[in-house]
């Protein structure tokens, strides 16, 4: 409820509850009310309220130790009256106070109750009252104690005095963002608008002349300091005052020309970054010792600005230890809302593998001469257990089979899988000195249309999605396309017969591609179902469409978000799929329910890309707010956040045993992390545009990354988690030591004509193949 709609209820409310007794206390509530419904609360009041106990793993300290610094002039009687009830000449300032301000917004029958209720003669607010524009000195004259001059300075931040003339802005008609405004009046003007700038200069050039390991920590602060003191000048018709600059790390450069044009408090209104910035604490790490140096300078100069600023906007996770190197802090900082809390990443996530299914492999003919039918299980069992898909022994990290429902395999099922351990027996090991083959799809005539790719596990089919709103899936075997017969074919359709499932094809309608229509806006995203009896796509048009691979229609139409969907991804387990859009919230699906199974929100800004774990029970997130989170499939909740990218993130690839996971994004870098620990444990730079695809090979040995720079670029990714040291993992400070090893971990550098790479996909024998619509 809005300022605005407070005052209007405000006569309804009291008169209808009717208290049987209306005393102070009451009074205090009203009061509070008021303030807290148009965001002024006394800074003094509202850092006791927002108080958190400081412990030493970290956690906001700086909450706590508000009130060790003095008060400034404006607020420190109210320091000693927001804590006392007792004195009579605060009781009746405090009356006073919640009389006019009801009177001001004609609550006449709410004034008359409580004046009744609390024995005051009738012209109580003619001889003592005071008006908004003189509250202040009102009360100075009426009232010789602290106290009385207190309730008036609090009663002039309601209802808005010469001191703070931006009360909480009343809801226009039509509005559709009620709580906009309440975010927004949060910025009332606490202070001398023309010393904004010499506060800021001064902490800078007092960050500046400190010991080089805590400028690094303390030169954190620049940004979000900068931003809110903006955005509060702004809000306040100080446009001229908003001018004063500040020297920002170059991956903030975005969102500063974004702040830049922000140059009126109308322009405030409805914008996402700015309620993106206000909604949610900017989260700094600092060691203690330099939290511990800020604060004795901002004790010392007694600057309450930038104070009750890092009080109200900023999480500071203090932890015990050195201070952080330049390098390291550049390496985790460019996000949206800062780094993740170091209580964000300590959730148990069980990233095992799950037990697979005990299916019988049948031999070969050839196999069969080869050797007798005791050997080959033997030679085949360390393959297995070397790529991670069989293991007799249950891992301690992988989920039970239970945790969530998955669905059962069906004869199709065990067949594919029989083939799959079948290729995987003829898989090539690759190594540093044996890299892959490499395969590139080109789509000519594309026109730069091509906006998703994707294959089948298989890699017997591959679809395109396209700008023009079509789904397009090709055979890339010499096998056609074929869609099954009519139903009146069907029943003539020997259906005992050992080839039914060939019987059923209409060979009529072969051809190596189709076409599929159905969405209205450009296709964003498509993904294969594990058994290649699906296809999804997700578009503009805010809508997933599941598609059938043996009819080529369109089965279901999946409506849940309102805007652009911009990825989507099946599960590895089949029938469940995730997506994310614009919209901010990923959605966990199932193929025979309509609606969501679960909502992931958290994000600030769009979710531009999906990936499922390979046990299916966790989903990773990647988004243009520069972080990537990872949600359990069971909860529903965060139990990840990574960051460290510069830029919107769009590739995600989890590693074949699900320890690590791998992102790519417009700032050409490819982070690798440490799903356990939640820690980043490799940067691998090379690229110069915007990497689209990441891809693990099958055994986890390589990591190839396609972009649009026109290059495949390999991996050693074996390499980048043993140069780790592992001491590093069990430190309490949150990060790890990288070394700036990426030409070392570089394999391969491969060059296509004039191609972005947008999709990658390792054959179960490990062929690369690679996809991108050419560029002339």
Request: a neutral charge.
């Given at each position: 409820m809005t300022l605005h709609e407070y005052h209007q209820s405000g006569d309804r409310i009291l008169h209808g509850w009717r208290f049987p007794v209306l005393n102070l206390a009451h009074a205090h509530f009203i009061f509070k009310m008021a303030a807290v419904q148009g965001g002024l609360v006394d800074a003094v009041e509202e850092k006791d309220i927002k108080t958190e106990p400081s412990n030493d793993s970290g956690g906001n300290n700086n909450a706590g130790e508000a009130r060790l610094l003095s008060p400034s002039p404006g607020s420190s009687a109210s320091a000693g009256s927001a804590k006392s009830t007792t004195g009579a000449p605060e009781d009746q300032s405090t009356l006073l106070a919640v009389l006019q301000f009801l009177k001001k917004n004609k609550l006449t029958e709410s004034v008359d109750i409580l004046r009744r209720e609390a024995g005051l003669p009738e012209d109580v607010l003619d001889s003592k009252g005071t008006d908004s524009s003189g509250a202040g000195s009102g009360a100075a004259a009426d009232s010789a104690d602290a106290a009385g001059g207190d309730a008036s300075s609090l009663l002039s931040r309601v209802t808005g005095s010469s001191s703070a003339p931006a009360p909480a802005p009343t809801k226009a008609p039509g509005e559709d963002q009620p709580d906009v405004n309440v975010v927004l009046s949060a910025y009332s003007q606490q202070g001398d608008p023309a010393l904004y700038g010499v506060y800021y200069n001064g902490l800078k050039r007092f960050i500046e002349s400190v010991l080089d390991c805590h400028r690094a920590e303390l030169s954190q602060l620049f940004y979000p300091l900068f931003v809110h003191m903006y955005l509060e000048l702004v809000y306040n018709n100080h446009e001229n005052e908003a001018r004063f600059s500040g020297d920002q790390e170059c991956y903030y450069a975005d969102d500063l020309r974004v702040l830049s044009s922000l140059t009126k408090k109308e322009h405030m209104r409805g914008n996402e970054t700015l309620l993106d910035f206000r909604t949610s604490k900017f989260v700094l790490r600092i060691s203690r010792d330099s939290y511990q140096l800020l604060k004795r300078h901002l004790q010392e100069r007694q600057n309450n600005q930038i104070w009750n600023i890092i009080q109200e906007h900023l999480y500071i996770d203090i932890f015990d230890g050195m201070p952080r190197s330049k390098s390291q802090i550049d390496a985790m900082s460019g996000s949206l809302a800062g780094e993740a809390k170091r209580e964000a990443n300590k959730a148990k996530v069980y990233y095992g593998l799950l037990k697979e299914p005990e299916i019988e492999l049948p031999l070969d003919d050839e196999d069969e001469e080869a050797e007798n039918e005791e050997g080959k299980p033997k030679k085949k069992k360390p393959k297995k257990d070397s790529m991670g898909?069989?293991?007799?022994?249950?891992?301690?990290?992988?989920?039970?089979?239970?945790?969530?429902?998955?669905?059962?395999?069906?004869?199709?099922?065990?067949?594919?899988?029989?083939?799959?351990?079948?290729?995987?027996?003829?898989?090539?090991?690759?190594?540093?000195?044996?890299?892959?083959?490499?395969?590139?799809?080109?789509?000519?005539?594309?026109?730069?249309?091509?906006?998703?790719?994707?294959?089948?596990?298989?890699?017997?089919?591959?679809?395109?999605?396209?700008?023009?709103?079509?789904?397009?899936?090709?055979?890339?075997?010499?096998?056609?396309?074929?869609?099954?017969?009519?139903?009146?074919?069907?029943?003539?359709?020997?259906?005992?017969?050992?080839?039914?499932?060939?019987?059923?094809?209409?060979?009529?309608?072969?051809?190596?591609?189709?076409?599929?229509?159905?969405?209205?806006?450009?296709?964003?995203?498509?993904?294969?179902?594990?058994?290649?009896?699906y296809l999804l796509s997700s578009s503009e048009d805010g809508t997933i469409r599941l598609w059938s691979l043996q009819t080529f229609t369109c089965l279901v139409g999946y409506k849940g978000h309102n805007y652009p969907v911009w990825d989507t991804q099946f599960s590895p387990h089949g029938y469940y799929f995730i997506s994310g859009g614009h919209d901010r919230v990923a959605r966990l699906w199932a193929t025979d329910h309509y609606q969501p199974l679960r909502m992931f929100s958290g994000h600030l800004a769009d979710i531009t890309c999906t990936r499922f774990h390979p046990n299916s029970n966790y989903v990773a997130t990647g988004s243009s707010d520069r972080t990537i989170r990872l949600w359990d499939v069971l909860s529903g909740n965060c139990v990840r956040i990574f960051t460290g990218h510069k830029g919107p993130i769009h590739a995600l690839a989890f590693s074949p045993n699900g320890k690590y996971l791998a992102s790519g994004a417009t700032d050409g870098r490819v982070l690798l992390w440490d799903i356990g620990h939640g820690l980043m444990i490799g940067e691998l730079k090379g690229h110069t545009d915007t990497i689209y695809s990441l891809k693990f090979s099958r055994d986890g040995e390589i990591l190839a990354s396609g972009s649009m720079d026109y290059t495949v670029r390999l991996w050693n990714a074996m390499k980048a988690y043993d140069d780790l040291e592992t001491d590093d993992f069990t430190a309490t400070t949150g990060h790890v030591h990288l070394q700036d090893n990426s030409q070392e971990l570089l394999l391969g550098t491969y060059m296509t004509k004039s191609t972005p790479v947008i999709h990658l996909h390792f054959t179960r024998r490990n062929l690369l193949l690679a996809a991108g619509a050419y560029n002339p």
């Open positions: 898909s069989k293991s007799k022994k249950q891992d301690p990290n992988a989920p039970s089979q239970t945790r969530i429902p998955l669905p059962e395999l069906k004869d199709s099922d065990k067949l594919d899988k029989i083939m799959y351990m079948k290729e995987a027996t003829k898989r090539i090991r690759l190594a540093p000195d044996n890299l892959p083959s490499i395969c590139f799809y080109s789509f000519l005539n594309a026109y730069q249309g091509l906006t998703a790719v994707d294959f089948t596990d298989d890699s017997s089919l591959i679809a395109g999605g396209f700008a023009d709103s079509t789904v397009r899936v090709w055979s890339v075997t010499p096998k056609k396309l074929r869609k099954v017969k009519s139903a009146a074919d069907l029943n003539l359709i020997d259906k005992e017969s050992d080839d039914v499932l060939e019987r059923i094809m209409d060979e009529k309608t072969a051809s190596e591609s189709k076409i599929l229509y159905g969405h209205s806006g450009p296709v964003y995203g498509i993904s294969f179902s594990p058994d290649r009896n």
